[in-house]
């Protein structure tokens, strides 16, 4: 457990997230209960759902959660409906929904790419349209899980590097739109996250992750809590001046480019 914060800094705030179920979308959620926020998690599995609520519940934290698909605009109008109606305006939006899989361009369907995009790039603007009329006005905050994908060409993973490429840009056309009103827009860009679906993805064997480690000049994975520490700050009012940020959290892996991850996955 981070000890970066521990004064209810969010207290009687409302965040609802999509992709909270799992990873680091749950970290984040786990960490805004903690923090005093009322949690509504939005996800495709029931049973994850439960889990998920089940736990925060049992940590101390509120919280809900309401089955539906990001690619679903009007299962996603709902869940925020009911959130607005259970517990008001939303302060803090986090769209960490995400798909991925290794695969080369000539190995890779026009159904399998346009999947990953549909739940990161249109799944991430569904939940901010949908959720316009019910963010706070002013000081609502706006997450978007992003990934270093979106600035460096990566191999095996061109779905993932079009469809975060677009999130990173939505939201910075989000920050310049809904800045007028109060609502602040920004993306967390995580590095290798150890105990997640994408490093297990990514570097299933024991020499793929010896290279990921290798890549980041800190030296080690990072960490859940890591990532979730940045969506706290840029959730709470001390970031009330921060819009249309890209916060990359890698351990300075970007700096040396993407080549560890092409090597990795060429060796599976």
């Not at 959720?131 to 979106?150: F, V």
């Not at 920004?186 to 020499?207: F, Q, S, V, Y």
């Amino acid at each position: 457990m981070s000890t970066v914060f521990r004064d209810n800094i969010l207290k009687d705030k409302t965040a609802f997230l999509t992709g909270g179920t799992s990873g680091i979308g749950l970290r984040i959620a786990e960490r805004l209960a903690g923090q005093g926020a009322r949690v509504a998690l939005f996800g495709r599995s029931q049973e994850k759902l439960d889990a998920a609520v089940a736990g925060i519940r049992q940590a101390g934290g509120t919280a809900s959660g309401v089955a539906g698909d990001v690619r679903n605009y009007a299962a996603l109008e709902e869940a925020l409906g009911k959130t607005f109606g259970e517990w008001g305006p939303i302060d803090i939006l986090v769209c960490a929904a995400a798909g991925n899989f290794p695969a080369p361009v000539t190995g890779m369907s026009a159904n399998g790419f346009k999947a990953v995009v549909d739940i990161d790039l249109l799944g991430t603007f569904n939940t901010c349209r949908a959720a316009y009329e019910h963010l706070r006005k002013p000081g609502a905050s706006i997450i978007s899980i992003s990934a270093n994908h979106a600035h460096q060409p990566y191999a095996f993973q061109a779905h993932v590097c079009a469809a975060k490429a677009g999130v990173d840009l939505l939201t910075k056309t989000l920050a310049l739109e809904w800045g007028r009103d109060g609502i602040r827009a920004n993306c967390i860009t995580p590095g290798p996250i150890d105990e997640t679906e994408g490093m297990r993805r990514l570097a299933p064997t024991e020499e793929a992750r010896a290279l990921a480690v290798r890549s980041v000049p800190l030296g080690r994975l990072g960490r859940k809590d890591e990532i979730a520490d940045l969506a706290i700050f840029l959730s709470s009012d001390a970031a009330s001046y921060i819009t249309g940020g890209i916060y990359v959290c890698d351990g300075g892996q970007s700096l040396a480019g993407p080549r560890n991850l092409s090597v990795a996955l060429e060796g599976r």
